[in-house]
Nanobody, 125 residues
Framework: QVDLVESGGGYVQTGGSLRLSCANPTRSLRRDNRGWFRQVPGKAREFVAGIGWMDGTTYYAASVKGRFTVSRDNAKNTVYLQMNSLNPEDTAVYYC??????????????????WGGGTQVTVST
């Protein structure tokens, strides 16, 4: 069974919104920082947003700040990414990842040991 599962991706027009979820159905993760990354074909995976376990501190890439909001429900062990004002440049596969090493939220994918399988987000013009 997969430790992280993303959902909520889909097809939306420019200016639209989507809400992604990242669940831990196995409940194998404890006190983890969780990050959202995205990747388009031929490009490296890039950090989008992250949220700390302890105090819920959030971090955003400059390209999404003010449009995306990351939040978490620790009781459900689920992290969300609310994406508003979407544009075609946001089209990508979105992945969530977990870091259980009790440190500040990282922006580098190498710092995350557990990954979901991704969910496709497509924004049309």
């Amino acid at each position: 069974q997969v430790d992280l599962v993303e959902s909520g991706g889909g097809y939306v027009q420019t200016g639209g919104s989507l809400r992604l979820s990242c669940a831990n159905p196995t409940r194998s993760l404890r006190r983890d920082n969780r990050g959202w990354f995205r990747q388009v074909p031929g490009k490296a995976r890039e950090f989008v947003a992250g949220i700390g376990w302890m105090d819920g501190t959030t971090y955003y890439a400059a390209s999404v700040k003010g449009r995306f909001t990351v939040s978490r429900d620790n009781a459900k062990n689920t992290v969300y990414l609310q994406m508003n004002s979407l544009n075609p440049e946001d089209t990508a596969v979105y992945y969530c990842a977990a870091d259980e090493n009790n440190r500040p939220v990282a922006r580098e994918e190498a710092e995350y040991a557990t990954w979901g399988g991704g969910t496709q987000v497509t924004v049309s013009t």
